[in-house]
């Protein structure tokens, strides 16, 4: 017979294992040499950085900018006026595109040792390296949110700035004082809106702090009642259109970064929404206004003058979110219905086509009107577009956020490597791959 063993279990529970550490990364050298300094390996320049107005005034100057040799004049202004960090003619302003990528490449690397990601300090060295070499001979850029923020915590160490930013203690997303110590990264921020005042306005300040710190917005406005429908005092709802000209008017005069560009921005709104036909038509009506203003003598030659200053619906991208059964009601030219938001009965019928009519025409008009890049409306063709019932606010909008250009205002040749013809027009064809 075995032998009884007694065995004592501590009341104190454990303490688990120490979660193991993965070994971390390790990195070849492709483009770089060991002890070569990539910034070596360039010719670099002294410029002038200069950007005038329509009129020929001088709206931005920077003198002796440190750029390479063979980088374009447009990729200089852009640089010197949109991503250099601190105020210029002070000691504090940062002197060109050594200075710039210095501080992005080091902050990133000094995260990745900081925080376990490089088998070696000899792979972080590396990866430095490589990631300079790329950047400065123009292989590859960041978005411009990584050029605004990365690394000017070492510029402006006590800034107070707010901002969320993610709590490793709590676990948690926070809204507090950050500085630039927990820079915002991402380019494209997807966001919900209930219909509820508060929750409009929630947005207006959640889009107003992303636009600060340089990203872009995008949201689907199809969960508001539309200007038909009633509220629940007596009176008729605003509709998405009114609240749509105070979000444009935030994009418009907050600047991206805190620097001379204007926000980025989305809209969408569902084909069988009530207001569908007025949201085709905003920008369309907006634009005639412009081009009234301008020929009674009024500035038209620009975003910013005086005619297209002074109408809604100017900074943001709209896209219309289409679903298989309206291209089936149109190609089987069959009757398709809009849907109150409230309680889904039926509000107008119109013909498919005929619904379909203002779209091309829109696009039509967009085409002929000097200011193109303002007027865009975006019809996604898909296979399968009916949202599942677990489908959140986010997910359809992120659907078409991702196919679109982001900002009517500029294009990718905004950043660092955007002085390449190629890249232009391959950004130019993949803004309209969804309209074929």
């Known amino acids: 017979m075995s032998e009884l063993k007694t065995v004592t279990v501590s009341a104190t529970p ?43 005034n001088v709206i931005f100057e920077q003198k002796d900018v440190e750029i ?36 992005v490449a080091e902050t990133i690397r000094d995260w990745g040792l900081s925080q376990g990601y490089f088998k070696t300090p000899e792979d972080g060295a590396t990866f430095h390296d ?65 219909d509820s005042l508060d929750s409009i306005l929630t947005l207006a300040k959640t889009e107003g702090m992303l636009f600060k710190w340089g990203s872009g917005t995008g949201t689907n406005l199809s969960t508001l009642r539309s200007s038909t429908e009633g509220l629940s005092g007596g009176g008729t709802a ?25 926000a980025a921005k989305m809209v969408i709104l569902n084909v069988d929404h009530p207001d569908i036909v007025d949201f085709i038509e905003c920008k369309m009506k907006e634009e005639a206004k412009a081009h009234t203003l301008a020929a009674a003598g009024y500035d038209g030659s620009s975003p910013d003058s005086e005619a297209y200053s002074s109408i809604f619906f100017q900074n943001a991208n709209n896209s219309v979110r289409v679903t298989d059964d309206f291209m089936y009601a149109v190609l089987r030219d069959t009757d398709f219905s809009t849907k109150s938001v409230n309680d889904g009965r039926v509000m107008k019928t119109y013909s498919a086509k005929e619904l379909l009519k203002p779209l091309a025409h829109f696009e039509e008009h967009r085409a002929h009107q000097r200011q193109q890049s303002v007027q865009r409306i975006y019809v996604p063709r898909r296979l399968s ?52």
């Open 68 to 103: 390479p040799k063979d980088w374009s004049m447009t990729a200089t202004n852009i640089v010197a006026s949109k991503y250099l960090h601190g105020k210029v003619g002070t000691p504090e302003r940062e002197t060109g595109v050594r200075q710039l990528v210095t501080r």
């Open 385 to 436: 577009l009916q949202p599942r019932k677990s489908e959140s606010a986010e997910v359809r909008a992120q659907r078409h956020f991702r196919r679109g250009s982001l900002s009517p205002r500029r294009r990718r040749a905004d950043h660092c490597a955007g002085n390449s013809r190629r890249q232009r027009r391959l950004s130019h064809r993949n803004d309209h791959a969804q309209l074929a």
């Open 238 to 262: 605003s509709g998405p259109l009114s609240f749509m000209k105070g979000f444009d008017a935030f994009a418009g005069v907050i600047k991206s970064g805190g620097k001379t560009r204007r």
């Open 130 to 194: 490589e990631l300079v070499h790329i950047l400065v001979r123009q292989y590859a850029a960041f978005n411009s949110p990584v050029w605004f923020n990365v690394g000017c915590d070492r510029i402006e160490p006590n800034s107070d700035a707010r901002n969320w930013h993610w709590n490793p203690q709590t676990q948690q997303v926070e809204f507090g004082v950050t500085g630039y110590k927990t820079p915002q990264c991402s380019a494209c921020f997807i966001n919900s809106v209930k």
């Open 14 to 56: 454990s303490t688990p294992a120490a979660k193991k550490r993965a070994p971390g990364l390790s990195f070849g050298r492709f483009f770089t040499k060991p002890g070569v300094s990539p910034y070596d390996e360039l010719e670099w320049d002294l410029r002038l950085a200069q950007i005038t107005d329509a009129q020929g």
